[in-house]
């Protein structure tokens, strides 16, 4: 599943893209995934000047000119991609959308769980109010405020959270417990406060360097220009189950935690 870096990498080619750019089309190719039902979305977006494209958590916000909103959400395999006036749809594509100055903009999706919904600038509001803070914005101090906690359920748990602490998912997870040195089936009250800020820490490092790759591509993510993120190349446990830990040459460890594929280190995490 895409998580922030991702999200983050697709808003901001989307907003460079197609920002200030006015919908003048839509086609539906599978309808079940979108609000408005079927041909009603149409007329609900067709015409519609966009400001820009927001993020919130793993949402993106395309956010129209009287501050109305399509949030869009990639789920596990969706994808925004921009393709040129002689694409061929194929079998998992779901919409295409024509923007000024024959802009086009497939919406893509295999697993079929993302979604796109049209919503007042209240609608959107109340609809991204139980995120808890964006971990590249908030203070050190603020994330690790979020983790202090008397629950004894696993720290990986807590961080997939999103009502904790927004945008991290399984990859990012795994790889700030392996920098912190933390076991992911840690409980929450059982974290001192170094332990809680040298975490969040290295949340903050981690997903600020993959962002800087474009994201992760250890599954189906590709950008709005078909391209991979490179962070995969960088990983250190996520995915590397049976392979030599990048420190200390012992297995990597995968397990399932927090109903997850979880991976750490036995002897680096503690």
């Not at 406060?193 to 975490?199: I, K, V």
């Amino acid at each position: 599943m895409p998580e922030l870096p991702e999200v983050e990498t697709v808003r901001r080619q989307l907003h460079d893209r197609i920002a200030g750019k006015t919908i003048r089309e839509v086609l539906v190719f599978k309808t079940g995934r979108e609000m408005p039902i079927g041909k009603k979305f149409i007329p609900a977006v067709v015409g519609r000047r966009l400001k820009g494209v927001e993020r919130r958590a793993k949402v993106l916000i395309f956010r129209f000119a009287d501050d109305d909103a399509m949030l869009g959400h990639l789920k596990m395999t969706g994808k925004f991609l921009f393709v040129d006036e002689d694409y061929v749809p194929t079998k998992h594509d779901r919409m295409l959308f024509v923007f000024d100055g024959k802009t086009r903009m497939i919406w893509s999706d295999i697993r079929m769980f993302g979604y796109l919904k049209v919503v007042t600038s209240d609608g959107a509001r109340e609809a991204l109010a139980h995120y808890g803070p964006e971990p590249l914005e908030a203070t050190l101090e603020e994330l690790a405020e979020r983790l202090k906690s008397t629950s004894r359920r696993l720290i990986k748990a807590a961080l997939l959270d999103q009502t904790v602490i927004a945008g991290i998912g399984n990859i990012y997870a795994d790889e700030s417990l392996f920098r912190a040195g933390i076991r992911p089936t840690r409980t929450v009250d059982k974290l001192t406060s170094d332990e809680r800020l040298r975490l969040v820490t290295e949340v903050k490092k981690v997903l600020a360097e993959s962002l800087a790759q474009n994201g992760t591509s250890a599954n189906d993510y590709i950008d709005t220009d078909g391209k991979k993120g490179g962070f995969q190349n960088l990983l250190k446990v996520y995915g590397r189950g049976g392979e030599a830990c990048v420190v200390c040459d012992r297995p990597i460890k995968r397990i399932v935690a927090a109903q997850r594929g979880t991976h750490y280190c036995v002897s680096c995490q503690k």
